[in-house]
């Protein structure tokens, strides 16, 4: 998963991520499908219709459930919330008793009796901007009555209890103007249901690890040698067409593909780009969720196409970089993942750190960035991981990652994630005379599990220090199990390279398009001073701190809509104009009042070392080009 930083005031700038019948078979036999209808033809206030027939039970005590969490996101979603007026019905039509266990669960007490279970799902996008917590949009759905169905299907589809390897048939009643984009297996077309898509999954994680997206044609096809790669878009105001970002795409995964060598074997891989209106009745959470064969991506419609590239070259690198881990490497928890009691791997520094990390170094490996701006990337991660606890073990953090205090820190596998594979790569190139780095590592890991063999979660680190070298296990023990921070300088030097601080000039309220305030969509769009983020001399001069709301400028009161003109006006402030500026620290309210000055900040660099020794520019070589 990549979530992207959302920021609502970045428009400042222009923009500054059916049947069934008494015929069943037992499922304890022969394992029927289990026969799911979706109605994508009859919306109800914006509702769709399911049913789910799951064949003949043994037993009178029969528990469906709707996931809690699935695989990729690292979060507690509920998706049971957007089920409504579930029924359990016999064969004779009639309503079997029901009784709800928690948001995700329904017991059914006459199991035997049962023919199938029918509801209605609500979409998650809806409610996003008044959720505190919001279902990330990457894994969450859409319901657009005839122009769009963003079927992340874990919201739709749910199992029975103990009943998840069995074999899935999906029967989608769509509108003739909508086209499926998916990896999902699809059955033949026959004349008996015409406006029905059928789908077949042969157990219940190749239904949630499918994603459907429907909409009017706007697909675009490439071919990575023996790689088919789909891109299709959803542009609501017809903004794009997939033809749009192509080019990029094409280039950016060719040296993905050159990059990964023969360790990636997928065979098709689609990717679904949904563009947001980005308004109160649509997604906000921009990033993208990766699957086996295919990734879901949210972004703004409302980016330029500059920024759209990038951004898409970004996310949809890390998102591919999945194929290689966690889905062709992980463990026992990972590979029979409990969707409503989810026991996490200890691993989120390879799942998310080595495919962040491998995102940025395969552009700079194939030319697509130069070494400066992959050393920024890298000085940017060393920063922003300073935001998050430093002094908490990863394997720990990973474990508990769905609890308080390891949640807050969840986006750090983004940064120090990455920045510990750096390190990890820099060693074993260091060791192996710049043969061996992370991405041997990989393919060695993929050739001895892939994706059909999960290795023991406890035994991971054991096992790579095995098949390296001993002096591996003291990196693990301090900066991965361990809890001590890791001395970036000395792992720089080794490649001569060395940090360095200077100062920048920025604007007041956004350093390029990155702004130092946001919004808060569960409290009014409440406007604050960001956290986790270093501030500029303009906030830190007048004494605000991060998490500040800000109640008035210039006795203006402070909404989202009277942000706008005053972020415009400070294009034009001179160091000397006076401010007054009014915030909420807690309980109380706080007043600032001061000259506006220069705003600047202090940043950051890597630099090269002047006067590099041979050995040091040769490891640097084997790490940046080989």
């Not at 984009?181 to 219940?204: C, H, I, Q, V």
């Not at 294009?571 to 600032?592: A, C, L, N």
Request: charged share 25%; hydrophobic share 35%; proline share 4%.
């Amino acid at each position: 998963m990549n979530r992207i930083k959302k920021w609502a005031l970045l428009t400042v700038t222009g923009f500054v991520f059916y049947g069934c019948g008494s015929t069943k078979a037992l499922l304890t036999a022969d394992k029927t499908a289990i026969r799911t209808f979706m109605d994508l033809k009859n919306v109800v206030d914006d509702k769709v219709m399911v049913s789910v027939d799951p064949g003949t039970f043994t037993t009178n005590d029969v528990s469906f459930l709707i996931p809690k969490t699935v695989p990729g996101t690292y979060s507690t979603d509920n998706y049971g919330k957007y089920i409504e007026n579930l029924k359990a019905l016999d064969y004779d039509g009639k309503e079997l008793a029901v009784t709800k266990g928690d948001d995700n669960t329904w017991n059914i007490t006459k199991g035997k009796n049962l023919d199938k279970v029918t509801y209605y799902v609500n979409d998650t996008y809806d409610t996003e901007s008044k959720t505190e917590d919001a279902v990330f949009s990457p894994a969450g759905t859409n319901i657009l009555k005839d122009k769009n169905f963003m079927l992340n299907l874990h919201g739709f589809v749910g199992y029975f209890k103990g009943f998840q390897e069995v074999p899935y048939e999906i029967e989608i009643s769509v509108p003739e103007n909508l086209k499926p984009t998916t990896t999902l297996t699809m059955k033949g077309a026959t004349d008996e249901k015409p406006g029905t898509d059928t789908f077949l999954a042969s157990r219940y994680f190749e239904v949630i690890d499918n994603p459907i997206l429907y909409a009017e044609p706007n697909t675009e096809s490439f071919q990575l040698n023996d790689i088919r790669v789909r891109l299709s878009v959803y542009s609501p105001n017809e903004v794009y067409k997939a033809s749009d970002l192509r080019e990029k795409m094409e280039k950016m995964m060719t040296a993905q593909k050159a990059f990964l060598g023969d360790v990636n074997t997928t065979k098709n891989y689609d990717i679904l780009l949904y563009l947001s209106k980005w308004d109160s009745t649509d997604a906000g959470g921009f990033g993208a969720l990766e699957h086996h064969t295919s990734t879901t991506v949210v972004l703004p419609e409302a980016m330029d196409k500059e920024r759209l590239e990038q951004t898409m070259i970004d996310v949809v690198s890390h998102e591919f970089f999945h194929t290689v881990t966690p889905l062709n490497v992980h463990s026992k928890e990972v590979q029979y993942f409990d969707f409503n009691d989810p026991k996490m791997s200890r691993h989120l520094w390879m799942y998310e750190g080595t495919t962040e990390y491998f995102a940025n170094l395969f552009q700079v490996q194939q030319g697509l960035i130069d070494e400066t701006e992959f050393y920024q990337r890298m000085m940017d991660k060393i920063t922003n991981s300073k935001s998050y606890d430093d002094a908490l073990s990863f394997t720990t953090m990973s474990q508990n990652i769905l609890e308080k205090p390891y949640k807050q820190n969840y986006a750090n596998v983004y940064e120090k994630g990455a920045l510990i594979n750096m390190a990890l790569d820099i060693e074993l190139r260091q060791w192996s005379n710049g043969e061996k780095g992370v991405l041997w590592l990989m393919k060695e890991l993929s050739k001895k599990y892939g994706k059909d063999t999960p290795f023991e979660d406890d035994r991971l680190i054991d096992e790579i220090v095995g098949m390296t070298y001993p002096e591996l296990r003291t990196f693990f023990d301090d900066h991965v199990i361990g809890d001590i921070p890791i001395n970036y300088d000395a792992y720089l030097a080794k490649v001569g390279l060395k940090m360095e601080k200077s100062e920048k000039q920025t604007g007041y309220f956004l350093d390029g398009e990155e702004p130092f305030i946001d919004i808060d969509p569960a409290k009014d769009n409440a406007v604050f001073v960001r956290k986790g983020i270093p501030l500029n001399s303009f906030f830190m001069d007048l004494g605000a701190e991060g998490g500040d709301v800000i109640k008035s400028i210039n006795d203006t009161p402070i909404t989202l809509d009277a942000i706008r003109p005053i972020i415009g006006q400070s294009f034009g402030w001179s160091p000397d104009t006076e401010i007054t500026m009014t915030v909420q620290r807690g309980g109380e309210e706080v007043k600032f009042e001061g000259k506006v000055g220069t705003p600047m900040l202090e940043v950051g660099t890597i630099v090269p070392v002047a006067n590099i020794a041979p050995k040091e520019a040769q490891l640097r070589e084997s790490w940046l080009k080989s």
